[in-house]
Each structure stands twice: as C-alpha cells, then as structure tokens.
C-alpha cells in the first residue's frame, strides 16, 4: 500500500529555515517523480517542487533559490530544505507521487498526481 507521510513543518520566523521530509512506504521513491505542493488558507493548491526518478529537481519561480529538493533512496525519503522563509511561503505542504509517468510533477500540477500524504504545517509570521 502507497503512503507518503510529511514532517519537519512548524512556526518559524522571516528569513529562517525549515526542512521537511517526505517518508514513502509502499513503493520505492527513486521509481517515480515526487512532488511538494503547498495550500494556503484561502488559495488553491500549488506546486513547489518535483525530483524526477532521474534526481532532476524542478522549482516554482516563488521558491528558485530558496528551496532545495533532495531524496535520500536509503532511506525511501524525500526532502525539502526551505531557506530564506517569507510569510507568503506560510501553508500545508504537501508530498505527492506521480505512478502514472506523465508530466504533472515536471510542470508542478497537483491535478495529475496519485497519491498524496494528510500534509504539514509551515508557518511564516509577518
């Protein structure tokens, strides 16, 4: 059985740091694009990040050298270092696998991704 689960969210202040983890069980994350995605109150759904089965990472324009996605296939884990905090980047992030082998991680589209995880909390006071 797929299950993805998050961690590592919490309140941090502007300009600090957080990493979160992405612990996927079920299946092996190194077979299929993962993505973070994030939903903040009042906003729709939107993508962060995605590594490629490759290890290609691919960002939003919001987060392009704040945020660093890794995967650590030992540990079957996906991570998101998150530098540089904004109150904008405050939401419930959310990992995501695409099993399908199409193109919604790459293009960071929540709508064709097949499994998900319940999310993780990232707070930025302003």
């Known amino acids: 059985q797929v299950q993805l689960v998050e961690s590592g969210g919490g309140l941090v202040q502007p300009g600090g740091s957080l990493r979160l983890s992405c612990a996927a069980s079920?299946?092996?994350?190194?077979?299929?694009?993962i993505g973070w995605f994030r939903q903040a109150p009042g906003k729709e759904r939107e993508g962060v990040s995605c590594i490629t089965s490759s290890g290609s990472p691919v960002y939003a324009d919001s987060v392009q050298g704040r945020f660093t996605i890794s995967r650590d296939n030992a540990k079957n884990t996906v991570f998101l270092q998150m530098n540089s905090l904004k109150p904008e980047d405050t939401a419930v992030y959310y990992c995501?696998?695409?099993?399908?082998?199409?193109?919604?991680?790459?293009?960071?589209?929540?709508?064709?991704?097949?499994?998900w995880g319940k999310g993780t909390l990232v707070t930025v006071p302003s």
């Open positions: 995501a696998t695409e099993t399908s082998y199409g193109s919604s991680c790459v293009f960071l589209r929540p709508n064709g991704m097949d499994y």
């Open positions: 079920g299946f092996a994350l190194d077979r299929y694009s």
